[in-house]
């Protein structure tokens, strides 16, 4: 009976023993692990170069010694993004090592010593990067040496997930070329391979944008990013290149470099949630003069227009629906270029119109209340000089 309960002891103490040796297993291995989690990521901070950070209310971006943007974050606690920008020169290489300077307020210089590999020319890159209130102010200046010369000066934007946003512009079609009916523009889209024409080539061009911006947005995560140019530089010609594997490229073209007279841009990184209006707002608050006419009488008809020749209101609640308040009607109505209002003998008299439609004063008026009636404003175009007014 002794032996029997010893025996028992003997098990009870060998089972205690073994747990002690799993849980002392157990603690070590998630030491261990730890250790390792923590050893990988002081590896990997140590083996990325040095960079620079700047930030501002509810974003900071992380740049590298080259200049180049290597990260962003995003809203007040969000982790760094993968998000990548930079200034590209056309056919142009760097040369030298670049220059850095800190900047008062928190900001940082990059001067650049560029080449073209064609023609020799040569030029100097001078990118700065201010914190403003809401966003992060990116300036850019290119000046020449020798004579004048001209090639591409672009803003590349690389998203690390094009899958998971949408983006959305101020463009005259969501749709690529070609599409047919009635899409409502106000709605972003998933990335796809398209180029976007600044003012368009064409008064009918879908390809189109009248606002230089660009929002991307992560629904998932409700935050978004909007890439906004100063309405305030000068745009010779300028386009908006997306591609459905992330890349966003603004293209500045036909500036001419020289010593003379740099060429100078600048545009603000802004965070916002996933809503493409926040963007926009910002850069209607951050340039008024753009947005904000001096005549109080245009707050009346603030709002979304169009510039058609239609003249029936078929569907007023879905106008309703995208904002739209005004048409600057698009003036066939007159029978040749240069006569917009044959010398009738009344309201009512007709004439063939430059659609080969018979119109007259009266059926123009009539238009006019009709779209007052409905809620919305009509503004005559009149081309007397070669430029409507």
């Known amino acids: 009976m002794q032996s029997a309960k010893c025996k028992m002891q003997d098990r009870r103490r060998s089972g205690r023993l073994r747990l002690s040796a799993f849980r002392f297993q157990l603690s070590f291995a998630a030491v261990w692990l730890a250790f390792c989690i923590f050893h990988s990521a002081a590896v990997a901070f140590a083996a990325e170069p040095p960079s620079f950070q700047v930030g501002a209310k509810n974003i900071s971006v992380r740049l590298g010694t080259d200049g180049r943007i290597r990260a962003l974050a995003l809203g007040d606690k969000s982790l760094p993004r993968a998000i990548s920008a930079e200034t590209i020169l056309g056919g142009c290489r760097r040369e030298g090592a670049v220059v850095t300077r800190q900047l008062d307020g928190g900001g940082v210089e990059f001067q650049k010593q560029l080449i073209h590999d064609a023609n020799k020319n040569r030029c100097l890159l001078v990118e700065r990067f201010v914190p403003a209130s809401q966003s992060i102010r990116w300036e850019i200046e290119v000046r020449g040496a020798g004579p004048a010369w001209s090639t591409p000066i672009e803003t590349h934007l ?164 995208m904002a739209f308040r005004v048409n600057w009607k698009a003036s066939f109505d007159f029978p040749y270029m240069g006569m917009f209002l044959p010398p009738v003998k009344s309201d009512t008299e007709e004439w063939t119109d430059f659609k080969g439609q018979e119109t007259s004063i009266a059926r123009m008026r009539r238009y006019a209340q009709d779209m007052r009636r409905a809620g919305f404003y009509v503004l005559n175009s009149i081309r007397c000089t070669g430029t409507s007014v």
């Open 158 to 321: 690389r998203w690390p997930n094009p899958a998971e946003v949408k983006y959305w512009t101020a463009w005259a079609d969501c749709r690529p070329k070609d599409a047919k009916g009635w899409v409502d523009p106000l709605q972003p889209m998933p990335l796809a391979d398209r180029t976007l024409y600044y003012g368009g080539r064409t008064m009918t061009d879908a390809d189109a944008f009248g606002v230089p911006l660009v929002s991307i947005l992560d629904a998932a995560t409700d935050v978004g990013l909007t890439a906004a140019l100063s309405p305030e530089d000068l745009a010779l010609d300028l386009r908006l290149t997306v591609s459905r594997q992330g890349q966003f490229v603004f293209s500045r073209l036909n500036h001419r470099i020289s010593a003379a007279s740099p060429v100078r841009f600048a545009l603000d990184l802004v965070a916002h949630p996933a809503d493409w209006r926040a963007g926009l707002g910002w850069m209607a608050s951050r340039y008024p003069a753009c947005f904000d006419p001096p005549n109080p009488s245009v707050q009346q008809m603030a709002g979304c227009g169009a510039y058609s020749s239609h003249a029936e209101i078929t569907h007023p609640e879905r106008l309703r629906r």
